[in-house]
């Protein structure tokens, strides 16, 4: 079995599971959902069959053992309950890590008792179920009426070559209800061209079953890309019962095997029957015109109810290895600055041709970065249903009642930043979950309803997207928070320190309040992890929180990782960029305003005080510093400072080239970009710079 | 040292009137000296970041590194781009070089231990001296001279 082969089955496994996970999910809240409850069987059923072909005869065996239960479930003998979803989210996990093991089970033990477990149920359940009265049974299926379907099967040369025996699909056919199978041998050619491993012959087959068009589907499953099926309703209950049939005509064109054009040319020979009856004087042309119209119509309806089943979608989507996208986006970088420098050179030309030219390839390539970086952008709302599973099993662990709502399940985030935030979010929900909310006799006590709330929601806001974390628990204990931040050393002891700062202390490396340690959390290290995660997304965390009433947690994450928009700036001659999504303005400074402020790096812009931090300082520039500066005034956590810089260049689109590992710990430079004539220009992180000239002031003045 | 008898090619190059050497398959590339952007707050030695061909390329003086006075630009000075695994990583490098000098083939029986004392370098530096031409040549270990520990280690005695 080619290993390539193998990956593409465990690909598809792995989405098989996960949907799984979802409808599980979904089942759970509505046990009658019989559509839901079809998914769950076809996603066990694709999986047991793939497996047994790719050879994972261990997973098959397993989740034969789980159809088997399933199958009860869609009959209507087994009801849906808590127990049987906790069995079958088990089982998926299971199932799971047969998978990773490569067909290995690494816990038999585990598995064989969830076999027994589910034996358990089916017995115990289908045992009480012939008790009751079929007609008020819980999982409402009503018995199926008998359906007619006319089913053209008609295999493809080579399906011979993957071991189908159409014969067996055939006896499996007729095993579903009456059946008359009639077979075809227009395509047979001559005994001297005949390829004795092909198929040439293709069936009609007539069958009369209540099973309903899914048994039909579940006998062709596997061979559904080798042959061409067709199944037609031709009669069912609803139709008004006159055992007059279709005209052997009409049947002949709805197969296919007569075309319409044939069967007019063929009764137009013929005299209408209509025609007759007007020739012999025994109805009145409009009685027959009226009948037929009445013939069409009833046809045109019952056509329209038999109509054939709408078209497999066709692939929507296509699978590409990450890193051709990852190319792409590289290769898009580059144009982007290739494209700077031939627009700053177009314009040093002054050719008007060259420039329009030049000015069209900026708004294509503008254009393709954009289409090139949205590839990469996935919903977000995956990733949140994967925690309505982590909630579930939790709130259960802990004995807690809890559910999670969400909203913005569509809004889309690029795929690196999705994986990037899994941890955190993961993180931050246990602690909503352990710390947030409290159990269901103190929040009864506390006046709330015993059932906790998470809400995860995901929306955007100008260039960022901004994530919330909200649960409806006890809040933050700010009291407690500020005497052990203050044991740690971490906040001096008798400054005042607002909310936002003294709730920001719980990011510190093992920071805890907790009393005990839990094996969920208390540790004092998911904070931190989580702090350390959103800053390599270049994003910020805020905490907001209402003792008794809940926590609300907030993520602020840049949309892209690549590509960003910004201020291009001189310094002596060295240029740097800053990011524009935090600017705000830029105004002059003057050597006036200098001496009017003392030395103290202050500015009086439209009457506000605004601090600036001067970066021919920070970086040491030594070169001849301009009569008129120019401050960037930025908006930073909320906080306004002003980056004093010589000369402001203009607007940049950066694509942003990491400086590598040497550089990893200057603080102020996030990264580089090479400007269009070629020469380097460092990215500055303004946050930083900020702390450390905090830093600096707070140690000067001590 | 016993080992096999090997013939390993070295690039040539000179720092201050002395010849170093490296292993020729670390070697990426030379270029001429070109605007290094400098990046505030790091050690001396670590001279700033160049433009190759749309990547961002950290330039380090050796002889700065090595303690020696700062490489002054003549027309000769150009950089030498080298792969130094670092931390498990492979990264991509540039050197200040006063000038590069050739390609030498020496067999590993020409090259000696360095000497404990008398290199003013730290051992860890060299790979082997080796005897090219009557003269000796100081082989550096590249992966050594440019490793992580050694850069924080230099910042903190910054002198």
């Known amino acids: 079995m080619s290993d390539q082969h193998k990956e593409v089955f465990r690909e598809e496994a792995y989405?098989?599971?996960?949907?799984?996970?979802?409808?599980?999910?979904?089942?759970?809240?509505?046990?009658?959902?019989m559509e839901l409850i079809g998914r769950v069987f076809r996603s066990m059923h694709t999986i047991k069959g793939s497996g047994s072909m790719f050879g994972f005869d261990t997973l098959a065996a397993f989740t034969h053992e789980v159809e088997t239960v399933l199958d009860f479930v869609r009959n209507g003998k087994l009801p849906v309950s808590k127990k049987l979803i906790s069995l079958c989210l088990a089982a998926r996990d299971c199932i799971k890590s047969i998978l990773d093991g490569d067909d290995h089970d690494p816990d038999v033990a585990a598995s064989k008792k969830l076999v027994a477990d589910f034996r358990a149920l089916a017995g115990t359940e289908t045992k009480a179920k012939t008790g009751l009265e079929i007609a008020s049974s819980q999982v409402a299926k009503k018995e199926e009426p008998e359906v007619t379907y006319r089913i053209r099967f008609k295999p493809f040369l080579e399906i011979f070559q993957n071991g189908t025996n159409p014969v067996a699909l055939l006896n499996e056919l007729r095993e579903l209800g009456k059946c008359d199978i009639v077979s075809q041998m227009d395509n047979l050619p001559p005994l001297e061209g005949l390829n004795p491993e092909s198929c040439y012959l293709f069936w009609d087959v007539i069958l009369t079953t209540r099973r309903g068009r899914d048994a039909i589907m579940d006998v062709f499953i596997f061979v559904e890309d080798d042959c061409e099926l067709k199944i037609d309703v031709i009669d069912d209950s609803d139709s008004e019962g006159d055992a007059n049939y279709k005209k052997l005509g009409d049947i002949l064109v709805e197969r296919g095997d007569l075309s319409a054009e044939e069967l007019n040319n063929v009764l137009k020979s013929q005299k209408r029957f209509g025609e007759l009856l007007v020739e012999k004087g025994i109805v009145t042309p409009e009685k027959v015109q009226s009948a037929l119209v009445e013939q069409q119509h009833v046809k045109g309806v019952r056509k329209e109810r038999s109509e054939a089943p709408p078209p497999q979608e066709a692939a929507a989507s296509i699978r590409v290895p990450a890193e051709r996208l990852d190319q792409l986006i590289n290769l898009v970088g580059e144009m982007v600055t290739v494209q700077a420098r031939l627009s700053q050179v177009s314009l040093l030309g002054g050719?008007?041709?060259?420039?329009?030219?030049?000015?069209?390839?900026?708004?294509?390539?503008?254009?393709?970065?954009?289409?090139?970086?949205?590839?990469?952008?996935?919903?977000?709302?995956?990733?949140?249903?994967?925690?309505?599973?982590?909630?579930?099993?939790?709130?259960?662990?802990?004995?807690?009642?809890?559910?999670?709502?969400?909203?913005?399940?569509?809004?889309?985030?690029?795929?690196?930043?999705?994986?990037?935030?899994?941890?955190?979010?993961?993180?931050?929900?246990?602690?909503?979950?352990?710390?947030?909310?409290?159990?269901?006799?103190?929040?009864?006590?506390?006046?709330?309803?015993s059932l906790g709330k998470v809400l995860l929601g995901a929306e955007h806001s100008g260039d960022s997207v901004l994530i919330t974390i909200q649960d409806d628990g006890g809040g933050l204990d700010r009291d407690t928070i500020r005497v052990k931040a203050i044991e740690r050393g971490l906040l001096p002891a008798h400054t005042e320190a607002t909310d936002r700062e003294i709730y920001s202390m719980i990011f510190a490396p093992g920071f805890s309040t907790a009393a005990k340690v839990t094996s969920v959390s208390g540790r004092g290290v998911g904070m931190d992890v989580v702090k350390r995660g959103i800053d390599g997304l270049r994003g910020s965390i805020s905490v907001d929180s209402v003792r008794g009433k809940g926590t609300t947690i907030t993520l602020k994450i840049p949309l892209t990782l690549a590509i960003i928009d910004s201020l291009l700036v001189k310094i002596g001659k060295d240029h740097f960029v800053l990011p524009l999504s935090t600017v705000e303005e830029c105004i002059e400074l003057t050597r006036e305003d200098v001496k009017n402020f003392h030395g103290r790096n202050l500015a009086n812009v439209r009457g506000a005080i605004i601090p600036y931090i001067p970066l021919r300082d920070c970086f040491r520039i030594t070169d001849n510093q301009p009569e008129i500066e120019q401050i960037v005034i930025a908006d930073i956590h909320g906080k306004k400072v002003g980056f004093v810089v010589d000369h402001v260049v203009g607007e940049h689109q950066t694509v942003i080239k990491s400086l590598g590992k040497m550089y990893r710990d200057v603080q102020g430079v996030s990264g580089a970009t090479i400007l269009g004539d070629g020469t380097v220009a460092l990215i500055l992180d303004m946050g930083a710079l900020l702390k450390v000239a905090e830093l600096l002031e707070v140690s000067q003045a001590a | 040292?016993?080992?096999?008898?090997?013939?390993?090619?070295?690039?040539?190059?000179?720092?201050?009137?002395?010849?170093?050497?490296?292993?020729?398959?670390?070697?990426?590339?030379?270029?001429?000296?070109?605007?290094?952007?400098?990046?505030?707050?790091?050690?001396?030695?670590?001279?700033?970041?160049?433009?190759?061909?749309?990547?961002?390329?950290?330039v380090l003086d050796l002889r700065l590194k090595f303690g020696?006075?700062?490489?002054?630009?003549?027309?000769?000075?150009?950089?030498?781009?080298?792969?130094?695994?670092?931390?498990?990583?492979?990264?991509?490098?540039?050197?200040?070089?006063?000038?590069?000098?050739?390609?030498?083939?020496?067999?590993?029986?020409?090259?000696?231990?360095?000497?404990?004392?008398?290199?003013?370098?730290?051992?860890?530096?060299?790979?082997?001296?080796?005897?090219?031409?009557?003269?000796?040549?100081?082989?550096?270990?590249?992966?050594k001279v440019f490793s992580g520990s050694e850069l924080s280690a230099v910042s903190g005695q910054e002198s």
């Open chain 2, 68 to 143: 020696m006075a700062e490489t002054a630009q003549t027309v000769n000075t150009c950089i030498i781009v080298v792969e130094v695994e670092m931390d498990g990583e492979k990264i991509v490098l540039g050197a200040l070089a006063d000038s590069v000098q050739e390609v030498i083939e020496m067999e590993s029986s020409q090259i000696e231990a360095a000497p404990h004392i008398g290199t003013h370098l730290k051992t860890d530096f060299l790979k082997g001296m080796g005897k090219h031409d009557n003269r000796f040549v100081m082989i550096l270990d590249i992966d």
């Open chain 1, 15 to 33: 989405e098989h599971l996960a949907d799984l996970e979802n409808s599980l999910l979904e089942l759970e809240e509505n046990p009658e959902d």
């Open chain 2, 1 to 58: 040292m016993a080992e096999e008898l090997q013939t390993t090619q070295y690039l040539t190059f000179t720092l201050a009137e002395e010849v170093f050497a490296v292993d020729v398959d670390r070697v990426r590339e030379i270029l001429e000296i070109t605007n290094i952007t400098k990046v505030p707050q790091v050690p001396d030695f670590m001279r700033g970041v160049i433009n190759l061909r749309g990547c961002v390329v950290p």
């Open chain 1, 351 to 449: 050719d008007p041709i060259f420039i329009a030219i030049s000015e069209e390839v900026e708004r294509l390539t503008n254009e393709l970065r954009n289409t090139a970086l949205n590839i990469r952008m996935l919903p977000i709302g995956s990733t949140f249903s994967k925690f309505k599973r982590l909630v579930r099993d939790l709130s259960q662990e802990l004995g807690k009642e809890i559910e999670m709502e969400t909203f913005g399940a569509e809004t889309e985030l690029d795929k690196t930043v999705i994986e990037k935030l899994n941890d955190p979010l993961v993180h931050i929900i246990r602690n909503s979950i352990d710390h947030g909310i409290e159990m269901p006799d103190a929040r009864r006590a506390a006046g709330k309803s």
